[in-house]
């Protein structure tokens, strides 16, 4: 089951999109809560969405969507739309080791006598 923000998130989305009267669009009530009850089964199933990281994503799909569709769209069209997650920032290289030091300052003296040759 999705959690409250996701579903709301989702929620809203597809209002915006049915404001438009898209070709398509859910007419009454009933329809319009299976319809959200599909796309937040289907946008949820076998990933993991986090708040902080996906609302505004979820938001740019949707506004996407409502620039691009022509008819209702599918969860899938969803999906295309939605940004790709940003990326962790890469941690850097561990520190060397006290071994791993003297190896290297072992090796530049090496090759500072070999250039005085």
């Known amino acids: 089951m999705a959690e409250d923000w996701l579903s709301q998130a989702i929620s809203v989305g597809l209002a915006k999109l049915a404001a438009l009267q898209l070709p398509g669009t ?3 009530a009933p329809s319009a809560a299976a319809c959200r009850a599909v796309w937040v089964e289907a ?3 076998g990933r993991r969405w986090v708040r902080e990281r996906d609302v505004p994503r ?4 949707f506004l996407q969507l409502a620039k691009t569709a ?3 769209p599918a969860p899938a ?3 295309r739309a939605i940004p790709d997650a940003p990326r962790a920032p890469e941690l850097p290289p561990p520190p060397m080791s006290e071994a791993q030091l003297a190896r290297v300052r072992e090796m530049i003296q090496r ?4 250039l005085a040759r």
């Open 26 to 28: 859910p007419i009454d």
């Open 43 to 45: 946008i949820t199933d």
């Open 58 to 61: 979820i938001e740019a799909a």
């Open 70 to 72: 022509e008819r209702w």
């Open 77 to 79: 069209q969803f999906l």
């Open 111 to 114: 090759a500072r006598e070999a």
